[in-house]
């Protein structure tokens, strides 16, 4: 059976932040079953040396098998996914790409509406991160635009308001989820990783 190319990356990210993990807590830190895991450690071996072993676990304390992961020379291990973000706050700009690109994922930075419609038609992001509060092109019709782009990449507004009402709006429109500042890490990680499977689930094609 094949991997999730979604499963794959979720392993090779959780590998870099948690090396030596045992089998069962690899599966519920991802959500998945032990059989999904062995099947993305199959598929993440064609691109890494996965080391296996006896071994303590640092999350269960326990002594299991235990994974890790050493990249073959020449060859990438895959990233979490491709994030576009756009804000024009420099600042926030590159803390964004700062922490998503320590989970894990590639990270492009668009710093006005029309410079993002650009970029995603030729970066192909799996999910964008979109601020409402953007110079020219406003936000809401930079969200019009990338839905007719590409429906299938998840976008998720972030935005200085709280309020609700704005939040069912853009839901509405066609964003995935909303995300008002500040917000913590563990909020965004969780956000973007439903994004990125969200996308895969878009673009699945139909099983025989």
């Known amino acids: 059976m094949t991997a999730p190319t979604y499963d794959v990356a979720q392993l090779a990210g959780l590998l870099r932040r948690e090396p030596s993990i045992c089998t069962s807590?690899?599966?519920?830190?991802?959500?998945?079953?032990?059989?999904?895991?062995?099947?993305?450690?199959?598929?993440?071996?064609?691109?890494?040396?996965i080391e296996q072993g006896l071994n303590r676990c640092p999350l269960c304390e326990k002594t299991q098998w235990v994974l890790g992961v050493v990249p073959v020379p020449g060859r990438s291990v895959p990233e979490l996914g491709r994030i576009l973000v756009v804000e024009d706050q420099r600042v926030i700009a590159d803390l964004l790409r700062d922490?998503?690109?320590?989970?894990?994922?590639?990270?492009?930075?668009?710093?006005?509406?029309?410079?993002?419609?650009?970029?995603?038609?030729?970066?192909r992001p799996d999910a964008i991160l979109l601020d409402l509060g953007l110079p020219g092109l406003p936000g809401h019709a930079v969200l019009q635009e990338l839905q007719r782009l590409d429906a299938a990449v998840p976008v998720v507004i972030i935005s200085g308001n709280k309020n609700p009402e704005l939040d069912q709006s853009t839901r509405a429109a066609g964003a995935f989820d909303y995300l008002a500042k500040p917000f913590g890490l563990q909020v965004l990680e969780r956000v973007v990783a439903a994004a990125i499977g969200?996308?895969?689930?878009?673009?699945?094609?139909?099983?025989?």
Do not use: N
């Open 99 to 123: 922490l998503l690109g320590g989970l894990g994922y590639a990270v492009t930075i668009a710093g006005t509406g029309e410079e993002a419609l650009s970029v995603a038609s030729v970066y």
């Open 198 to 208: 969200e996308h895969e689930r878009r673009t699945q094609q139909p099983q025989s």
């Open 25 to 49: 807590c690899a599966a519920a830190k991802l959500a998945l079953s032990p059989e999904r895991v062995l099947d993305a450690v199959v598929a993440l071996g064609r691109t890494a040396v």
